[in-house]
C-alpha cells in the first residue's frame, strides 16, 4: 500500500459520523400531522405502516412492535417455545439474536460461521439440529442475507426429529426459521424480498437502521398451510399488549369501552408517532436504498487494488443487499492492529465500528458456558473486522476520504 493522505493533522478535513438518521420534511411532516390529529399511540398509522411493510416484502400480513427484539421473542412465544426446548442461532450475531431465546426459558444453541463467512456454518447447523430443536435464527449480516435455501434444505431434510409442541408447530411440521432480518430490510434473496423468505422475518427500524422509526420494529410471516392469518396477527396484537382482546383504537367506538384480558402478556407496541416517522421513509425509501448501492460501489472500486482489506460482497445475480453495514476485514492483522486502526480513524473526524464482537467473547454467554475456543471461524472473522461508515448523509467526497483514511492508517501502523 502507498499513503493517499496524511493521518496526523489536528483538524481532521471531515467529521464524518457512523450511522445519523436521514430525516427529511417528509417525515416530519407525517409527525406533525399525527400530533396534530390527536391520536399519539397505537392507532390507524401503526396500521397503515404494517400493511406498506407486508406489501413491501410481498409477506402475508405484518404486525409493528416496538422493536425488532419485542419481534423475534413475541414469535418465539406465539410458536409455544420455552422450557425443554432448543432454539439455534449464529455465535456471530448481536446479544439479541440470543436473549430471547433465553427469555422464553428455551436452551440457546450457537453454532459457528463457515470460515471467512458472515454466516453460520451450515454444515455444522445440520448437525445441530435434535428433536428438542424448535426454531432457527439465521442472521442477515450488513443487509445480506443468508442462503435460506440451504436453511430450508436443511430442516426439510431433519423432518423426521421434530416433535411439535402444540397445533401451529404441527401445522409447521418441521423446525421453524426465524430471520433476523434486523439489517435487511429491503434486501432479496432469488427475486424475493426479505420479509416474504423465511417463515417469520424479524426487522429492526431502530434510529441506526436503514429505515428508522426512532425506535421500533416488525414481523411478517409467510401464509402457514391451514392456519387463518388474522388468528395469527390477533395473537400477536394480544402478545404486545398486556393479553387485551381490544387495542385503544378498537375501544373508541361508542360504547367499546369494555374489555378483557386473556392472558398476562407483554407491552411492546409501535405508536403513530413512530409509524408516522415510517410512512415518510417509505416514500423515500427505494432511492435511499439506491445510495447506499452508490456508496458500495464506490467504496469497491476504492479498495479493489488492496489485496489485504478484504470486503463483504453486497450484490450479485442471486441476491441484492439493503446496504445497511459496510463490513471490511484486514487480512493478516489481529485485534490489536485493528483497535489501532480505529483509534487513528477516530483522530481523523471517522466513526468506525466493529460487527459483532461473538457471544462467547460476552461476559453474560461466559457464564452461560460458551467458550469462545470452541467458535474459531467467528473469532476470525472478528479479530479483523471494522465496520466503515455508510450513510445516505454522507458526501461522494466523504466516502473517499474515508477509503484515503484507512488505506493510509494501515501503512502508517504497519
Given at each position: 500500500m502507498s499513503n493517499s493522505i496524511k493521518?496526523?493533522?489536528?483538524?481532521?478535513?471531515?467529521?464524518?459520523?457512523?450511522?445519523?438518521p436521514d430525516i427529511s420534511e417528509a417525515e416530519i411532516n407525517e409527525v406533525i400531522d399525527t400530533l396534530k390529529s390527536g391520536w399519539i399511540t397505537t392507532g390507524p398509522k401503526t396500521k397503515l405502516l404494517e400493511r406498506k411493510i407486508a406489501e413491501f416484502t410481498n409477506a402475508s400480513r405484518a404486525v409493528c412492535v416496538?422493536?425488532?427484539?419485542?419481534?423475534?421473542?413475541?414469535?418465539?412465544?406465539?410458536?409455544?417455545?420455552?422450557?425443554?426446548?432448543?432454539?439455534?442461532t449464529s455465535a456471530y450475531t448481536y446479544t439479541a439474536s440470543a436473549s430471547v431465546i433465553k427469555h422464553v426459558g428455551a436452551k440457546i444453541v450457537l453454532v459457528d460461521t463457515a470460515k471467512d463467512s458472515f454466516e453460520m456454518d451450515y454444515n455444522q447447523l445440520k448437525k445441530a439440529i435434535t428433536s428438542r430443536t424448535k426454531v432457527i435464527i439465521p442472521v442477515d449480516i450488513a443487509g445480506v442475507m443468508c442462503d435460506y435455501n440451504r436453511i430450508?434444505?436443511?430442516?426439510k431434510e431433519k423432518s423426521n426429529l421434530f416433535i411439535p409442541n402444540n397445533e401451529l408447530q404441527r401445522s409447521i411440521g418441521r423446525v421453524t426459521v426465524l430471520a433476523d432480518a434486523a439489517h435487511s430490510f429491503g434486501a432479496s434473496y432469488h427475486n424475493m424480498q426479505s420479509g416474504g423468505v423465511a417463515d417469520f422475518t424479524s426487522f429492526s427500524f431502530h434510529a441506526v437502521k436503514n429505515f428508522t422509526t426512532g425506535e421500533g420494529g416488525a414481523v411478517t410471516w409467510r401464509n402457514i398451510p391451514g392456519v387463518d392469518n388474522k388468528i395469527i396477527y390477533d395473537k400477536y396484537m394480544l402478545l404486545s399488549l398486556h393479553g387485551q382482546s381490544k387495542d385503544a383504537l378498537a375501544k373508541t367506538n361508542l360504547g367499546s369501552w369494555e374489555y378483557d384480558i386473556l392472558l398476562p402478556a407483554y407491552k411492546c407496541n409501535m405508536t403513530d408517532i413512530m409509524a408516522s416517522i415510517g410512512l415518510g421513509q417509505m416514500?423515500?425509501?427505494?432511492?435511499?436504498?439506491?445510495?447506499?448501492?452508490?456508496?458500495?460501489?464506490?467504496?469497491?472500486?476504492?479498495?479493489?487494488?488492496y489485496t489485504d482489506i478484504q470486503i463483504l460482497k453486497h450484490y450479485a445475480d442471486n441476491y441484492s443487499s439493503s446496504g445497511h453495514l459496510y463490513l471490511v476485514r484486514l487480512i493478516g492483522k489481529n485485534e490489536q492492529f485493528r483497535n489501532k486502526v480505529i483509534s487513528k480513524m477516530a483522530e481523523m473526524g471517522i466513526s468506525t465500528n466493529v460487527h459483532y464482537k461473538p457471544l462467547p467473547l460476552h461476559s453474560a454467554y461466559k457464564e452461560l458456558g460458551f467458550n469462545i475456543k470452541d467458535f474459531p471461524n467467528a473469532y476470525d472473522m472478528y479479530k479483523n473486522e471494522i465496520t466503515l461508515p455508510l450513510n445516505t448523509l454522507m458526501t461522494n467526497?466523504?466516502?473517499d476520504y474515508v477509503a484515503d483514511a484507512l488505506?493510509?492508517?494501515?501503512?502508517?501502523?504497519?
Open positions: 493521518t496526523k493533522t489536528s483538524i481532521p478535513k471531515y467529521n464524518v459520523p457512523f450511522s445519523p416496538n422493536s425488532a427484539t419485542a419481534a423475534m421473542e413475541l414469535t418465539l412465544r406465539l410458536l409455544g417455545v420455552g422450557e425443554g426446548d432448543e432454539v439455534i430450508f434444505e436443511i430442516v416514500t423515500r425509501y427505494r432511492g435511499l436504498l439506491e445510495r447506499r448501492k452508490e456508496i458500495i460501489e464506490r467504496y469497491n472500486e476504492k479498495f479493489s487494488i467526497e466523504e466516502v488505506v493510509s492508517v494501515i501503512n502508517e501502523i504497519q
